[in-house]
């Protein structure tokens, strides 16, 4: 902390740090200064003048969003020519606004309506006919109706500032300024919805959103999104048991207000009508729909009989299920059938930089070290594709703290643009890239190093080997994939030694008796000798791998389940159930409901109890691109509809 600075704010004694906007020390006293082009976080913009105060000795009313606090300052915020400013500057912004609360998608959670209902004249003097211009749609998600906007531009600062993309703009100047898309009238761009989520009032909004429900009519339900490692809290507005929306306008968890597009509106695969909802056994070679009851008495008598005779086992774990569902199902492989036989679908590499730094617990780095550490390296990684929270603490730090950024890609990434050093390398030629940097980075405080999927095995190992020899503190991120990719390693979804089979393995082993998927895919595409085995599957659909089981066991999404998931950086953050769909168990409960038929004593954890085991138990020590999910991409609209956009994917190009 730097040094105190003492001032008065409406006769309240202040003390904070030098630097300190007057907005902000307002706030630490319970004063509260209306603004609505200010945004934490963001460059100050000083656009619509209703944070002005007064300053003793000021020969004019003063910006608390831009102005920085002095020893001795005296401000007062509701002085009669504060109070009429702000006044005058509502009536002045409502000049052309339409005034359509009761039909526009932000009534109920409008800043423009809150503070004028708090700050306003309640009448207007103005008498002249307002313009009206037709609203206007930029994407299959982006709304835009001109005459709400009120020209705050944080549209325009976190599309460019924090997403790094910058597909919004201002054209014109003076009264015709208006806010506009980067390709004629349409938008491309990442289509995450931080712009409509960051609009103070219903300028800009969503079109998956609007017009169907209100927010003081949903439920909202804090958990985490269900899609990538990165571990994103959301926000679930909940209405009639259906998921309307996702955002994170509480800046809780780990992401602050950032969400990406998967996060905010890839949840329809949850009621989509191709879900399972009913136990599927194969009978004559067709499925057939039977009660849980007569399913899982085959799958658990079909476990005893290959089990009594000494059969051999599979059983491939998730990256989607919970850490408590990834410890049973470790337990019931080990404990109860006696195997080490159990693997899930790997990505990024883990387990081997496990056993590079083990000892090492300060190692592996957090979420917040990529926006606090002075140095970060990226190999093999497309971050704004396929780690879109990574990438916006990196930019923030970028812009907050001044970090430099090194880059080693096969090709362009958003990343270069903040790069001071970039190199480009194939696949196989990381390590010989990240040696040519050696000496800028030898010459940093200190350093973290993010690698994607395609550096493996030794290539880890020289990696970690590199930065051991630069001596700085060096931090590593292994990417992974999925929600809880990092969960299922931690929880023990690898085998504990060289008896057991991995994934691979397993789908080429003549003699697997059984084969057991949860939550997994494993047999996409692929022709396996195991496809002989008996085979039960846990899945949302009837997947590749559903379509050749004996036995196909309807399971509930993540979002339908409370429990623990572990992000990419090692943070531990609760799921928490938001609806319910009739017919499906959770991994859980299956697990749980097998092992009372089979007699097993797991010693299953509580979902609530286990979250502090698992928080204290963790070791610590190229897949989807941002328009895709494996699986769960295939039954969301609102992906589907992007990849048909103008221009195709939005991809971005350097």
């Keep these: 902390m730097g040094d105190l600075v003492k001032l008065q704010i409406d006769d309240k004694p202040v003390e904070v740090p030098a630097g300190t906007l007057v907005i902000n020390a307002a706030k630490t006293v319970g004063i509260e200064i209306p603004a609505f082009c200010y945004y934490e976080g963001l460059s100050l913009q000083a656009a619509c003048r209703m944070c002005l105060v007064e300053v003793e000795k000021s020969p004019k009313l003063m910006t608390a969003c831009t102005l920085a606090v002095a020893e001795g300052m005296v401000v007062r915020t509701d002085t009669p020519q504060v109070v009429e400013a702000r006044k005058s500057m509502l009536e002045f912004l409502l000049t052309n606004h339409p005034l359509d609360c009761p039909v526009c998608d932000k009534g109920g959670e409008c800043e423009l309506q809150d503070l004028t209902f708090r700050y306003g004249a309640g009448q207007s003097r103005f008498s002249e006919i307002k313009q009206h211009v037709p609203e206007q749609q930029w994407s299959p998600i982006v709304y835009f109706d001109a005459p709400r906007c009120i020209l705050c531009y944080r549209c325009v600062r976190i599309c460019k500032e924090g997403m790094g993309v910058g597909a919004l703009g201002i054209i014109n100047r003076g009264a015709p300024t208006e806010i506009a898309p980067n390709v004629g009238d349409h938008l491309e761009c990442d289509e995450c919805g931080m712009c409509i989520d960051i609009c103070p009032v219903g300028a800009l909004t969503s079109g998956s959103y609007r017009y169907k429900t209100r927010p003081w009519e949903m439920k909202h339900v804090g958990t985490v999104c269900a899609h990538c490692s990165n571990g994103c809290t959301t926000t679930l507005g ?4 259906r998921i309307m929306r996702g955002n994170n306008r509480d800046r809780s968890g780990i992401n602050g207000e950032f969400l990406c597009v998967k996060g905010r509106y890839a949840f329809d695969f949850v009621d989509h009508p191709d879900r399972l909802r009913s136990p599927l056994m194969t009978v004559g070679g067709r499925f057939e729909e039977v009660p849980w009851s007569k399913a899982l008495a085959a799958v658990a008598s079909k476990f005893e009989e290959v089990k009594q005779r000494g059969g051999k086992f599979g059983v491939i774990g998730s990256t989607r299920t919970t850490n408590e569902e990834n410890d049973c199902l470790q337990k019931f492989a080990r404990g109860g059938l006696g195997t080490e036989n159990i693997d899930h679908h790997r990505t990024g590499d883990l387990v081997t930089l496990l056993a590079a730094v083990r000892g090492r617990a300060d190692a592996l780095a957090t979420t917040e070290d990529l926006y606090r550490r002075k140095a970060i390296l990226v190999v093999g990684a497309d971050l704004a594709q396929q780690h879109p929270l990574l990438a916006f603490q990196i930019r923030a730090n970028w812009r907050h703290h001044q970090c430099r950024v090194y880059t080693v890609t096969r090709g362009p990434v958003r990343e270069d643009s903040l790069s001071v050093l970039r190199v480009r390398a194939e696949e196989g030629g990381e390590l010989a890239a990240v040696e040519s940097l050696r000496d800028a980075l030898k010459a940093e405080p200190e350093l973290v190093i993010l ?19 630069l001596g700085i503190p060096v931090k590593y991120v292994c990417l992974l994939d999925y929600p809880n990719s990092r969960g299922a390693v931690e929880m023990g979804l690898t ?17 697997l008796d059984v084969l057991w998927v949860v939550g997994a895919n494993p047999l996409k595409g692929a022709s396996a000798a195991a496809a002989g085995a008996f085979v039960v599957v846990q899945d949302l659909f009837l997947t590749e791998t559903a379509q050749r089981a004996d036995i196909v066991l309807p399971a509930a999404s993540a979002y339908e389940k409370s429990g623990t998931i ?14 319910t769909t009739m017919g499906v168990k959770t991994d859980l409960e299956i697990f749980q409901w097998l092992a009372k038929l089979m007699q097993l004593d797991l010693e299953a954890r509580p979902t609530v109890s286990g979250e502090a085991e698992i928080r204290t138990g963790l070791i610590r020590s190229a897949g989807d691109t941002l328009f895709t999910s494996g699986t769960l991409g295939r039954y969301c609209k609102v992906l589907n509809s992007l990849r048909e956009a103008p221009g195709g994917l939005y991809q971005w190009t350097s």
Aim: charged fraction near 25%; charge should be negative; glycine fraction near 12%.
């Design 495 to 511: 085998p504990r030694d060289e008896t057991g089979l991995t994934l691979p393995e397993m789908l080429t082993s003549p003699d």
């Design 451 to 469: 690698f994607g999927d395609a550096i493996q095995g030794s290539t880890v190992r020289g990696l970690v080997e590199f930065g051991d020899s």
């Design 566 to 579: 572990t992000s990419v950086c090692g943070e531990v953050q609760r799921l928490t159930r938001a609806v």
């Design 238 to 241: 909940v209405y009639d048991n």
